[in-house]
């Protein structure tokens, strides 16, 4: 049995390794451009009429509209481009030996003084969760209404698919970021807000991705934490300017690091994760295909084993 946060990866591990399982890229440049400028000129418009239409009642206090500018001025953590880092998904952080700058470990699994321990040892911590599935197993998921999640993420059990237009839900993630800073995380890492490209049984579009994604932002930044794009290439440019980085799975496997490139060029990491089938057996060869791979130059490289335990591997 998988653990059911593998889901939030882009994986099918039906169709790892195999080349149909490219995803389409988007072609949508045209609608990406007036998205972006609506988000430039628009912005506080848009939230404040979606905050006024879901009626939500929040439980943490609404953050100032105009934070979304202060991903260039704010004073929250901004990672480089190219800076190392680690991932740890499967179990709370037990193994801190990977002398690295960042870690991006689980919100609700690691307490409070796993992250202290960690600034104490001058690492900035990245703090994961899922903002666009339903995962059954977490503390606050019984939170969640019937009405909020449509159908299960494909191939794993445990998960479905988030309608992240609701207000319900959108106070749950509120929360969560809430407990992020609470915990003195640098910043989040909220995965699967690419519904757009799955078979969710919702609605979900590029668009309402990008408004969940300023929705996000706007919470985290208004609590000086940052916030990066999980996989989702389809947004990179209509998102690039209020996010911080990139966690990207899969992209030379699957052919799609140019994608990213916009986040390299703009300073940002793309932290980039490798999951090749012979890990933790990987051989030279594997590795240097991994590593050379001319469209990933100056991407954070981790090769990892699908479950995110301690093993890692770098360039
Ligand atoms: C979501 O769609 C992407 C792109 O088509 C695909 O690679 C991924 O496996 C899908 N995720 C799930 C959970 O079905
Ligand atoms: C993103 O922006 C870059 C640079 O302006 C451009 O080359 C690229 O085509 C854009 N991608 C999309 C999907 O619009
Ligand atoms: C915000 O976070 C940055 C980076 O950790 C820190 O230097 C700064 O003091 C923080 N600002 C506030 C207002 O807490
Ligand atoms: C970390 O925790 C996992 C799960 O409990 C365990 O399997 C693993 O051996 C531990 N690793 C270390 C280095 O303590
Ligand atoms: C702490 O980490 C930052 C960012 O990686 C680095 O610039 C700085 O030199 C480090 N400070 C110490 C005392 O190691
Ligand atoms: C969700 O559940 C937790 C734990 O049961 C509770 O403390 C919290 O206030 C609830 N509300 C939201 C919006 O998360
Ligand atoms: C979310 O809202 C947008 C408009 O902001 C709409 O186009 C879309 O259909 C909605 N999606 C869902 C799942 O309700
Ligand atoms: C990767 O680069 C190294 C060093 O430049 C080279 O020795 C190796 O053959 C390359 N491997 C692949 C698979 O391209």
């Given at each position: 049995m998988s653990p059911s946060w593998i889901s939030t990866r882009h994986v099918d591990p039906v169709k790892e390794g195999n080349a149909t399982g490219t995803p389409p890229s988007s072609p949508i440049c045209v609608f990406l451009l007036v998205v972006t400028i609506g988000l430039g000129v628009g912005l506080g418009v848009g939230l404040t009429r979606s905050h006024e239409q879901d009626g939500s009642a929040s439980t943490e206090p609404s953050p100032p509209l105009g934070n979304i500018t202060n991903a260039t001025t704010g004073t929250f953590w901004k990672p480089t481009a190219g800076t190392p880092w680690q991932i740890v998904l499967e179990y709370a952080l037990n193994d801190t030996s990977i002398d690295v700058p960042v870690y991006d470990i689980d919100l609700f699994t690691n307490p409070a003084s796993t992250i202290d321990s960690l600034h104490a040892m001058n690492r900035s911590v990245i703090c994961y969760f899922s903002a666009g599935s339903y995962e059954d197993f977490r503390p606050d998921s019984g939170n969640f209404t019937k009405d909020d999640y449509a159908k299960p993420?494909?191939?794993?059990?445990g998960e479905w698919w988030l309608n992240t237009n609701s207000s319900n839900v959108r106070n749950i993630m509120r929360a969560r970021i809430a407990l992020a800073a609470s915990k003195g995380c640098d910043g989040v890492d909220p995965d699967n807000v690419d519904g757009y490209d799955n078979d969710t049984g919702l609605d979900l579009t590029e668009d309402t991705a990008i408004n969940y994604l300023t929705f996000l932002a706007v919470e985290a930044h208004s609590r000086n934490m940052s916030i990066g794009l999980k996989n989702a290439g389809g947004i990179v440019n209509a998102t690039l300017d209020m996010l911080q980085w990139e966690v990207n799975e899969q992209c030379g496997q699957y052919d799609e690091c140019e994608d990213f490139q916009q986040f390299l060029d703009a300073?940002?990491?793309?932290f980039r994760i490798e999951y090749p089938s012979s890990a933790p057996d990987i051989s030279t060869t594997t590795l240097d295909g991994i590593c050379n791979n001319t469209a990933a130059v100056g991407f954070s490289t981790v090769v990892k084993l699908m479950d995110l335990d301690n093993w890692v591997e770098y360039c």
């Open positions: 993420l494909d191939g794993w059990p300073g940002k990491p793309v």
